[in-house]
């Protein structure tokens, strides 16, 4: 062997070990070329044929036979103690083609998945597994793993061309081995990476890479076939997030599959959305900052255990939302960050790499190969887990150059602006290619500025100039943050902060939009969403419930943290998750949360119910104000109308008296109203001040209608009438 391919070899620095390893026509016949370090011997058997290679040296081995073409053969080793025999892995074609390859150069290969990363298969007829890697900036790449003893210096991987990619197919090993790179950096220095495109992982805080494979065979067809029929904007959607370490502790996929779909779906909740799946190093981040991006985290179970979770909710009619986090990833030295030496998947200007809020890097999204590699994670949850919905995280911080900046610490677009066009770019690519692929899957930004078309259709350009970013919908935290404040005042001050209850209706059809009550609303000293009310515990629950018939009436889909539905007063803590005790029959005031729990179920199953209240919600032709200005009876009162146009009447009353005769304009071609929905009802916990027989409207017009109806106002409650 030449001096500088053996040299190259042992330092993990030789661009094609195939060159000069396996067989090879030389003249005089077949050279042989082995690397097994530790080996004390290396045999070529073909056939009946067996030859023992020279030892030359630093776990060389090598031998010319006198053959006029290479033969089918396997090598038989020894080592101290043992003798193995094994097909040669410098003897396989390249597991990736040309079409493979180009794609990849493009940045548009949408099942990336598929050739990247540890495969099991079989190849030239022999069973083993392929690995392939992006390492552009590599000087070499060598796999180790549990099949090698964590020595992944007899295993060099070779380099396809310019495009930057890595491969090796590794014959006899399978699913369940543990694998890393081992990656030569530009300045010669050895690092050992996990697997960017693993699919399984070690549990943390254990950091290898697995080699695996599905064999899940699903059971939700009719569901994926039904998922597509209405627009997600179209249809009833509401949501119960969801952090699934948390949610019962110590439940792995497959327990939480026996309990969460029937709890779910007791509650009427259409979807769920699950705090982040994928792969991350430190449970306290709940998911937000991912180093195993094509992972579940393996804290729960196997990626199997994962679809059979989803599998489950789909067979109980229940969709899956699940967060995420393209925007960002942790700096941990096994992960992403310079993963081949140099920046690779974070931009390279230091200032563009560095997120300023949460210490982690930013992904370089103007660069072809990275955008793919989120393009395509999007799809891969998509499709091989059949994830109903993405809500994606962090968008502002996206979508602005100078998001958390100061000036002096951003460097402005092309254009002299601060929007991150490349950021834009990638956003209306994976939406675009999600929409196409995936008929039915809905994205949802979570995006807290007033950015221009975040749900518009990509090719239609808006007054900004910014084709529209192609979410299906968007959370609306304008609403969240108005309402609460709202909601947090004493009702006798509430007169002067009307306006954060009405504001919402002036922008409510410039997106489509989810109103989010999160987990964020409820930690780091935020408190629970009933502990935010005023007042003693009856009338916080009260408020509670008012509030959330206001939420399930007013325009957008709904979105409810899991513990608020029964009133938790505690934050909630990933470390226990929420307080199930408090509906423990025994607990005293058990009937109190179990009260607000039943009123959810009945805003879900009367909502579900009501095309008035979601068939129109991104359509000025769904709503009217029948009283916005009524801020010294803190009253709000509204009409939602469905396709037909028939209505929903929705009142709420935000002070802590009765109020007897309260008159409400109405149509004048509904004969008879009744109620459909009160929160002041006594199985709900409240006074049962309720309006019980049907109300007739009368001829006297009233808040610019034609006719109106006396109502008995309950104190601190939200009425829902339907025509009678």
């Not at 209608?705 to 339907?722: F, K, Y």
Request: proline share 7%; with cysteine; net charge negative.
């Amino acid at each position: 062997m030449d001096a500088g391919d053996r040299e190259r070899l042992l330092h993990g620095t030789h661009h094609a070990p195939h060159s000069v390893l396996g067989a090879h026509p030389v003249p005089g016949g077949v050279a042989f070329r082995a690397f097994r370090p530790y080996a004390r011997a290396v045999t070529v058997m073909s056939g009946g044929m067996t030859v023992d290679l020279h030892d030359d040296g630093d776990g060389f081995f090598s031998g010319l036979l006198p053959l006029r073409e290479v033969p089918a053969y396997r090598l038989r080793v020894a080592y101290e103690g043992t003798e193995v025999e094994t097909e040669d892995a410098y003897r396989f074609l390249p597991t990736l083609g040309e079409l493979d390859l180009h794609l990849i150069g493009e940045g548009r290969h949408e099942e990336l998945w598929t050739v990247l990363g540890a495969h099991p298969t079989a190849h030239q007829g022999v069973s083993g597994t392929r690995f392939s890697v992006w390492a552009p900036n590599a000087l070499g790449v060598r796999v180790a793993g549990s099949f090698n003893f964590w020595d992944g210096t007899g295993f060099p991987m070779r380099s396809l061309g310019s495009s930057g990619v890595w491969e090796l197919f590794v014959p006899g090993i399978g699913e369940g081995e543990l694998y890393k790179f081992e990656i030569t950096r530009p300045d010669g220095s050895k690092t050992l990476r996990a697997d960017p495109m693993a699919r399984r992982t070690e549990v943390p805080p254990a950091t290898s890479s697995i080699v695996t494979s599905s064999r899940y065979e699903w059971g939700d067809a009719q569901w994926l076939e039904r998922r597509a029929e209405v627009p997600a904007h179209r249809a009833p959607l509401s949501v119960y997030e969801v952090h699934l370490p948390s949610w019962r502790p110590g439940l792995t996929y497959r327990q939480l599959a026996e309990q969460l779909p029937a709890y779910v779906k007791d509650l009427g909740f259409t979807h769920v959305e699950l705090m982040p799946v994928a792969e991350h190093p430190f449970g306290g981040s709940w998911g937000y900052q991912v180093t195993g991006f094509y992972a579940p985290t393996a804290r729960l179970g196997t990626p199997d255990d994962f679809r059979y979770l989803v599998d489950a909710l789909h067979r109980a009619g229940i969709g899956v939302i699940m967060d995420w986090v393209p925007a960002h990833f942790p700096r941990d030295e096994w992960a992403l960050a310079e993963f081949d030496g140099r920046p690779l998947y974070e931009h390279s200007d230091p200032l563009r790499a560095a997120h300023p809020d949460w210490g982690t890097l930013e992904f370089d999204f103007g660069r072809r190969e990275v955008r793919n590699f989120l393009v395509a994670n999007a799809l891969y949850w998509c499709e091989e887990f059949h994830i109903d919905g993405l809500r994606v995280d962090a968008v502002a911080s996206m979508l602005y150059l100078d998001y958390s900046r100061e000036p002096g610490q951003w460097t402005p677009n092309e254009h002299g602006g601060r929007e991150n066009l490349d950021a834009v770019a990638f956003l209306q690519e994976m939406n675009a290619t999600v929409y196409r692929r995936v008929p039915g899957v809905v994205t949802i930004a979570e995006e807290s500025t007033a950015w221009d078309g975040v749900t518009r259709a990509t090719h239609h350009r808006g007054p900004s100039g910014f084709g529209g970013l192609g979410f299906g919908l968007k959370w609306n935290m304008g609403w969240m943050h108005d309402s609460l404040e709202y909601m947090s005042h004493e009702p006798v001050h509430r007169r002067y902060h009307h306006g954060e209850m009405t504001f919402s209706m002036v922008y409510a059809y410039s997106e489509n939009y989810v109103l989010p009550i999160s987990h964020d609303e409820v930690v780091h000293g935020k408190r629970s969403l009933v502990s935010k009310m005023p007042g003693d515990w009856w009338r916080r629950r009260a408020d509670l419930r008012a509030y959330l018939g206001f939420m399930w009436a007013h325009p957008g889909k709904q979105l409810l943290f899991m513990g608020q539905e029964f009133a938790q007063g505690a934050e909630w803590s990933e470390a226990h998750g929420p307080d199930w005790w408090l509906l423990d029959p025994h607990y005293g005031a058990e009937a109190d949360h179990r009260g607000v729990r039943d009123l959810v179920r009945d805003l879900n199953t009367v909502y579900r119910a009501s095309p008035a209240l979601w068939q129109y919600d991104t359509e000025p032709a769904g709503f009217r104000w029948v009283t916005g200005d009524a801020a010294d009876d803190n009253v709000l009162a509204f009409l939602r109308y469905d396709a037909d146009g028939s209505p929903l009447l929705a009142v709420s009353h935000f002070a802590p008296v009765v109020r007897h005769d309260y008159r409400i304009g109405v149509p004048d071609d509904v004969p008879a109203w009744h109620e459909a929905l009160n929160t002041d009802a006594a199985r709900y916990g409240g006074s049962d001040v309720t309006n019980p027989d049907a109300v007739k409207p009368e001829p006297q017009g009233w808040h610019g209608l034609p006719a109106s109806i006396r109502l008995t106002l309950p104190p601190l409650a939200t009425v829902w009438l339907r025509p009678a």
